[in-house]
């Protein structure tokens, strides 16, 4: 095989929803793609991204009586295996986009030659909720434990539930839960929120919300479901019960960016910067889904910005006349 045609026209990084859609329609579109999906590390970071973490999603259109995330994420997969996308079980180690083709590295990072040369690279490596570093919330995850009211507010008609956080995500989600829930307790390490006045004002007149302030969640009980939570006082170290069925992380995301820091334009939060769809500051290099979305964070919409990266790296690729 000559050098040549050895350089992948596209490598997609990343195997969520948006990936896996750029995948297939990168496929369909002959271009041969490349996808390095990752590999199981821990719970919060493993192919096929967040859904992967996910019992029922009841929100994918085409799903009318809901699908398990693992299930519908296994369905984009073969989808885009139908159409000839090649998968490696790798994490990408390094990358360098200081030119066309761009290096991209698995395993031993140190190496001078790159594992791969791309002409066109899709970059779709998601964002990570943070979480408390609870041992039970592996267990618990998508069990009355959530990191997505959007996504799981609907599970807790009438329940009691906690949202842990203190900023503009978790008033966001206390509020969208009192559509469901009898009450809502914002339960925060400090005295006052640090959401932005007019969400801190919406929450105090909410009548369904209350606060435990100065209070951090030191354990969640239940084998099986979320039976209650322990509360600890930050200031006097008292520890008390609170009786809810339903726990929401809301303490922030982390986007995936890492490999890319210096290379790729970032905002000051992490998450990358894209222009005119799904375009980088560099050209060639396409991002789509959570990694550069802090605002939506839906599987429909990283999955439609999947395909909005396709589109663009495949007229990328024929502008540019390197396919
Ligand atoms: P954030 O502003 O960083 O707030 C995270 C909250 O979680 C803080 O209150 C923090 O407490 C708390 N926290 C962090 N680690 C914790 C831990 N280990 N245990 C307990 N509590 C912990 O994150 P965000 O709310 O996700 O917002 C991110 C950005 O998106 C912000 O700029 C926000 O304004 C924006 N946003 C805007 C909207 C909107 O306008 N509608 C909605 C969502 C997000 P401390 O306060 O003590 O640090």
């Not at 290096?103 to 002409?119: K, M």
């Not at 964002?127 to 434990?145: F, K, V």
């Not at 995936?256 to 375009?279: A, C, K, M, P, W």
């Not at 605002?295 to 990283?302: E, K, L, S």
């Amino acid at each position: 095989m000559s050098e040549q045609s050895s350089i992948r026209n596209v490598l997609i990084i990343g195997s969520g929803p948006a990936g896996l859609t750029a995948a297939i329609y990168t496929a369909r579109a002959n271009l041969e793609p490349l996808m390095i999906e990752g590999e199981p590390s821990s719970t919060s970071d493993q192919p096929g991204g967040q859904l992967m973490l996910t019992t029922e999603v009841e929100n994918f259109p085409g799903w009318p009586d809901g699908i398990m995330g693992p299930e519908l994420m296994g369905r984009f997969r073969e989808q885009a295996l139908r159409f000839g996308t090649e998968i490696e079980t790798a994490k990408v180690s390094r990358v360098d986009l200081s030119a066309s083709p761009f290096g991209v590295w698995v395993g031993d990072p140190t190496t001078p030659e790159p594992t791969y040369r791309a002409r066109s690279v899709i970059v779709s490596t998601g964002a990570q909720s943070l979480m408390l570093g609870l041992p039970e919330e592996t267990r618990l995850l998508g069990h009355g434990l959530s990191t997505c009211a959007t996504c799981d507010g609907f599970f807790f008609r009438d329940h009691d539930i906690a949202v842990v956080g203190g900023g503009d995500s978790a008033v966001e989600e206390a509020l969208f839960l009192t559509k469901f829930a009898r009450t809502v307790t914002l339960v925060h390490r400090r005295d006052e929120l640090r959401a932005s006045k007019i969400m801190r004002d919406r929450a105090h007149a909410n009548e369904k919300i209350r606060f435990a302030w100065n209070s951090t969640v030191t354990a969640i009980h239940g084998e099986n479901t979320v039976e209650g939570v322990t509360l600890v006082d930050t200031i006097t170290g008292e520890e008390r019960p609170l009786a809810v069925t339903g726990v929401f992380v809301a303490i922030g995301h982390r986007p995936n960016t890492d490999l890319f820091v210096g290379q790729l334009d970032l905002e000051e939060s992490g998450y990358l910067i894209t222009h005119r769809g799904s375009h980088t500051n560099v050209e060639g290099v396409f991002a789509c889904g959570d990694v550069q979305d802090h605002v939506y964070r839906q599987a429909i919409t990283a999955a439609g910005s999947g395909c909005m990266a396709a589109i663009d790296a495949e007229r990328w690729l024929e502008a540019n006349d390197v396919h």
